[in-house]
């Protein structure tokens, strides 16, 4: 099965649902208290990587993720155990990116050194916030002392490339708060910073306070994103997407395959993967998921075909959130269609100080990312009364999707 012709790369992603305790703006898919199952998904997973293993044959594997919930929390064990199932079964490069999202209070220097000594190569911190008050009262279980200690350690097992992940617009928080995490961060000097504004999700603990006034204001929040921004470059870090910064050559290679619509397998309940036009989802249960797989049967929830046109909707949307931008071309490439409504929007914008064109390539600036939202929107408008412009009657299998929309010429 495997040749040079098959060959290409592809991300893994492996969701771990298990945390010490719930943060109170969390509405990821993590369990707390059923770490009695964690034998049981651990067995699954490693079933699960066998039966793709025919699946996973054509592909490179070029970039894993253990993201979560806490994978720290999981176990050290456990994730080189998954990580070699995944070099058994799989194709794993040996200049692979491996990531592990890790919390302060669950990784030690012992946890470290192992994890670097099996291959893991790349570490994602739960930070947040240099506030020990305003962690706590988001029900984090680590203090800042804990995040240095982690980046020491972390450094001492070997690490050379670390992300800190921190979150703005937390209740409470002033914009000079803000400034002081940045800037503690920064002196830590990782590799690469995401910084997230607080968004506030129903079914979350923190849902019931979204009214309060001691939640920064949109306003607020504006100006701690366009202060990141200035004072993240100012530190050397370079921003290559709406919410990640990184020092050149250290942007998470993984991530970039998400936003650049490149191929990724996940594995766990809520896990996409995106193969081909085909985009599927597992359930989000986990004991549906381990009950599922034990059984044999399919925990795949949803599977799309995803036609020409929703591509290049994704097209624009990811790839307006990168400072990488969009360009005419590779919109047309996806999506024979005229691109010219949509340029016309984004030199409005440009007008307006909130895109910027380099090149063929259009991207927006800071103050462009922070109204994303409402362009993006009026981007997809633009696209949305758009029509096929083809005049090539062989691609038609290619816009099989779309053929009641189309006259083929
Ligand atoms: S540690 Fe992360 S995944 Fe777990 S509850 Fe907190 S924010 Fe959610």
């Keep these: 099965m495997a040749g040079w012709i098959m060959d290409k790369n592809v991300g893994i992603y492996i969701h771990i649902p298990f945390c010490a305790s719930k ?77 592990i999202e890790v919390n302060p209070d669950s990784i030690s220097l012992w946890d470290l050194r192992q994890l670097r000594k099996a291959g893991v190569n790349r570490l994602s911190i739960g930070a947040q916030t240099a506030n020990d008050k305003l962690a706590a009262s988001l029900g984090r279980r680590h203090n800042f002392a804990q995040v240095e200690k982690t980046v020491a350690n972390a450094r001492r097992a070997g690490f050379d490339n670390i992300s800190l992940d921190l979150i703005f617009g937390l209740p409470n928080q002033s914009k000079v708060d803000w400034a002081e995490t940045l800037g503690l961060a920064a002196a830590l000097k990782p590799e690469h910073i995401s910084c997230y504004g607080l968004r506030i999700e129903e079914g979350t603990p923190l849902y019931l306070y979204k ?55 996940g594995f766990g309940p809520t896990a996409s993967s995106y193969v081909g036009d085909l985009r599927y989802t597992y359930v989000s249960d986990l004991v549906a998921y381990i009950g599922g797989l034990e059984r044999g049967e399919s925990v795949i929830v949803s599977q799309d075909d995803i036609p020409k046109s929703e591509q290049a909707v994704e097209y624009l949307m990811l790839g307006l959130r990168t400072t990488r931008g969009i360009t005419g071309q590779e919109y047309y490439r996806i999506y024979q269609s005229n691109f010219e409504p949509i340029e016309a929007l984004l030199e409005g914008y440009a007008r307006k100080g909130w895109a910027v064109r380099r090149g063929d390539r259009w991207r927006f600036t800071p103050a462009g990312f922070l109204l994303s939202n409402q362009l993006i929107r009026e981007i997809l408008d633009a696209h949305s009364e758009q029509k096929f412009v083809v005049g090539m009657p062989w691609r038609k299998n290619d816009y099989r999707g779309e053929m009641q929309q189309i006259e083929f010429s």
Aim: hydrophobic share 35%; charged share 25%; aromatic share 16%.
């Design 23 to 99: 943060c109170a703006y969390c509405d990821f898919y993590s369990l707390v208290g059923r770490d009695q199952l964690m034998p049981k998904y651990q067995n699954a997973l490693i079933r699960q990587f066998r039966d793709a293993e025919e699946i996973l044959s054509p592909y490179l594997i070029d970039t894993i993720y253990f993201g979560g919930g806490t994978p720290s929390y999981y176990g050290t064990k456990r994730i080189i155990q998954l990580f070699n199932a995944l070099k058994k079964y799989g194709r794993v490069l040996l200049e692979s990116e491996v990531t």
């Design 211 to 265: 009214d309060f006034p001691d939640i920064p204001d949109d306003d607020d929040q504006a100006d701690m994103y366009l202060y990141t921004v200035e004072a993240l470059h100012d530190l050397g870090f370079h921003q290559y997407e709406i919410s990640n910064f990184a020092v050149s050559g250290r942007e998470s290679r993984h991530n970039l395959k998400y936003w650049n619509r490149e191929e990724y397998f």
